[in-house]
Nanobody, 123 residues
Framework: QVQLVQSGGGLVQAGGSLRLSCAAS????????MGWFRQAPGKEREFVAA????????YSSDSMRGRFTISRDNARNTVYLQMSSLKAEDTAVYYC????????????????WGQGSQVTVSS
């Protein structure tokens, strides 16, 4: 049974940084495309960033490029999201995502989800 267990998140002031982690178990992590999504209250879940199975290529949403960095450690079956220069509008629940084929950039095609991590940015 595949599990994605997230850690990190919390409350931070605007301009600050946070790192989210997502540890996978029960599957072949090194073969999956991994990514992060977020969902603010009353809004749809939106794509944040994705990384190929090897970690050689990354993609991110235009609004977060340069501030958010996705990375992975296949030896630890873990994917990370480093967030910096945080803004109040970054407040949301962040979800780790795994996709067995391709990259998780569309929520409806994601195979596995983490439990979600609340990130709150105070202005």
């Amino acid at each position: 049974q595949v599990q994605l267990v997230q850690s990190g998140g919390g409350l931070v002031q605007a301009g600050g940084s946070l790192r989210l982690s997502c540890a996978a178990s029960g599957g072949t992590f090194s073969q999956w495309g991994m990514g992060w999504f977020r969902q603010a209250p009353g809004k749809e879940r939106e794509f944040v960033a994705a990384i190929t199975s090897s970690g050689g290529d990354t993609y991110s949403s235009d609004s977060m490029r340069g501030r958010f960095t996705i990375s992975r450690d296949n030896a630890r079956n873990t994917v990370y999201l480093q967030m910096s220069s945080l803004k109040a509008e970054d407040t949301a629940v962040y979800y780790c995502a795994a996709q067995r084929v391709g990259l998780p950039h569309t929520a409806r095609w994601v195979d596995y989800w983490g439990q979600g991590s609340q990130v709150t940015v105070s202005s």
